[in-house]
């Protein structure tokens, strides 16, 4: 089964439209990510895409990408999330929520999704759920990956990532089949900049103060899904599996 599902529409915006179509699955999941950055949410997310046959939604995904993205192909939104982010600061609550907006196609999709990245914190997870709420659809679970920090700091520093497809490879956790290129789309694989140890530091404080009180929102909601992120990438997808297939009773 292919891994890589077409995110043409989530990735450049509401005037694109995926040219592959959305396989036919019978009961389509809706699952968020959370985890603080390093514990491998990219590389669950491929897995579990091709398991459940959900497209991948990352929102860090489409930020990359505007970055290298001519400044007239992009929504008001878009511009003002790059002019914020060329600047040093966090983009806001509303200005994420707009661009999410902007593909809620993405998220009402047959195919179900994995959103990464989107929510960060508890007024976007709400926001969200009114979105998803007027949309006709819902959360079905949400997955929080769980790691301690050494081995955060030593996955990160190990992570490459195509910048061409996205797929997300690891020197010695996953290694792509031929040293330092893609196995999907044969691009050179690179070690992203918010991976180098200044932004990693950065984004795990980022974490902890916004991202790691949506635990209690969902857990209170009976969404929450712990599991443990240590081992390979096959031993944290098979506890994923065995995690979500206990949670929905399937």
């Known amino acids: 089964m292919n891994l890589q599902r077409d995110r043409s529409a989530w990735l450049h915006g509401p005037e694109h439209r995926c040219q592959q179509p959305p396989p036919h699955v019978t009961q389509p999941r809706r699952i968020v ?33 505007a970055r290298a993205t001519s400044p007239r192909d992009l929504t008001p939104a878009m511009h003002v999330a790059i002019e914020r982010m060329g600047r040093g600061e966090l983009v806001s609550d509303e200005t994420v929520l707009l661009i999410v907006r902007e593909r809620l196609s993405c998220l009402t999709c047959r195919g179900g999704f994995l959103l990464d990245g989107f929510p960060r914190t508890v007024p976007q997870a709400a926001a969200l759920d009114v979105l998803l709420q007027h949309a006709g659809v819902g959360i079905d679970a949400i997955i929080s990956y769980e790691l301690p920090e050494p081995e955060i700091i030593a996955r990160i520093g190990g992570r490459r990532t195509c910048p061409l497809c996205k797929a997300v490879f690891h020197t010695q956790l996953r290694a792509p089949r031929r040293a330092g290129y893609c196995d999907t789309c044969g691009t050179e694989l690179v070690l992203r900049d918010d991976d180098q140890p200044g932004a990693v530091h950065v984004r795990q404080n980022a974490y902890l103060e916004s991202t ?6 969902y857990s209170n909601q009976g969404l929450l899904v712990h599991v443990s992120a240590t081992g390979t990438p096959e031993e944290v997808f098979a506890r994923s599996s065995l995690a979500l297939a206990t949670f929905f009773g399937s």
């Open 33 to 65: 990510l959370l985890g603080a950055p390093g514990v491998g949410k990219g590389t669950q997310a491929a897995l579990l895409s091709a398991a459940l046959g959900a497209c991948h939604l990352s929102t860090g995904d489409i930020f990359r990408l």
């Open 212 to 217: 790691a009180p949506l635990l209690a929102y």
